[in-house]
Nanobody, 126 residues
Framework: QVQLVESGGGLVQTGGSLRLSCAAS????????LAWFRQAPGKEREFVAA????????HYAESVKGRFTISRDNAKAWGYLQMDSLQPEDTAVYYC???????????????????WGQGTQVTVSS
């Protein structure tokens, strides 16, 4: 079983950048697909980005494509979300999620992940 802890959130101005980190513990991290979701106040949690267990495949929500980059370091058991050109609509609590996978596939719904971090707040001021 993998445990996840996010960090790196904060307050940033429009157009700025932040790098979120997801520290994983447990021996199966390199066998897990990893994803980032976010939830804004009054809204449902939504998919942001996912990366396959080897890091060879990534998938992004249209709203962040070209601005956000997901990556991972299996040797160190860390996942990352580099967020550039941030906009006020990116304000949300960001969650790291993982699920053991036998293939390089990823999921894009929260039901497809069974391990979650506690979340980290990202606030983009206009």
């Amino acid at each position: 079983q993998v445990q996840l802890v996010e960090s790196g959130g904060g307050l940033v101005q429009t157009g700025g950048s932040l790098r979120l980190s997801c520290a994983a513990s447990g021996r199966t991290f390199s066998s897990c697909a990893l994803a980032w979701f976010r939830q804004a106040p009054g809204k449902e949690r939504e998919f942001v980005a996912a990366i396959s267990r080897s890091g060879g495949y990534t998938h992004y929500a249209e709203s962040v494509k070209g601005r956000f980059t997901i990556s991972r370091d299996n040797a160190k058991a860390w996942g990352y979300l580099q967020m550039d050109s941030l906009q006020p609509e990116d304000t949300a609590v960001y969650y790291c999620a993982a699920r053991y996978r036998y293939t390089e596939s990823v999921g894009t719904t929260d039901a497809q992940y069974d391990t979650w971090g506690q979340g980290t707040q990202v606030t983009v001021s206009s």
